[in-house]
């Protein structure tokens, strides 16, 4: 076979159903036969579905998507276990059918957490983040002519960290890996790409008052430092960010920084 010759390969795929938040689920059995080991995890699961349109005998499988260039963080399923697969830093859409066995077989369940309700099969509400993101991550700043690039000198340590904790791409799948369904991975990059920065010192510790607040209110979990998200993350967003997002939330509980918010339920 030559280098550019695709091979195939047979899998055997246990795949979560629930036909919605209402009704129970379990696992279904699918067999996906002549899998070209030149494609991504998506579209295998677009050939499965292919193929269970034709039979007709049950509606595709349900799953998240959008860009699938591993930038968007809208795909996400756990697959034997891991959330976005058995490739480290990688999402599902990125994941290619290459890094698996012929003959092998696959259970695919959605992300599970409280805080990610089950809408369809693998697909799961996440908007939790953007309510949290809502919640305080933005800069408040008043429209007008863009400053000049080198008009605020940021050190080059800082930016580097800043543009590391801006990676994330709010997939969840650092939600999905913690045993108690935390958020603080995902909120804490999103504190500290702007917490790192000039610009973002204005409202800095009234930002991380209210997310962690609106976290809380979530049904989010506590961090307990299994430091599982790290490990799930497809950004490889590092655990660090978690102790820079605490010590902010003690600056802000010490403060008047989160008078709107009230007490938050801590960690």
Sequence with gaps: MSAHEAKTINLILKVWRQPNPNQPGAFAHYDAKNVSTEMSFLEMLDVVNERITLEGKE????FDHDCREGICGMCGAVVNGQA??????????????????????????PFRAQAFPIIKDLAVDRSGFDQI????????????????ADAILVPKKDSDLAMDAAACIGCGACVAACPNGSAMLFVSAKVSHLGLLPQGQPERYQRVARMVSKMDELGFGNCTNHLECEAACPKEIKFTNIARLNRD?????????????GPAGGF
Excluded at 59 to 62: D, F, G, K, L, S
Excluded at 133 to 148: D, H
């Design 59 to 62: 509606e595709p499988i349900a």
């Design 84 to 109: 976005h697969g058995r490739l480290k830093g990688t999402t599902l859409c990125q994941l290619h059918m290459r890094h698996f066995n012929d003959g092998e077989t696959l259970y695919i369940e």
């Design 133 to 148: 993101i809502a919640a305080g991550g933005f800069i408040t700043v008043k429209t007008g002519q863009a400053p000049s």
């Design 249 to 261: 939330y003690l600056l802000a509980r010490l403060t008047a920084a989160d008078q709107e918010t």
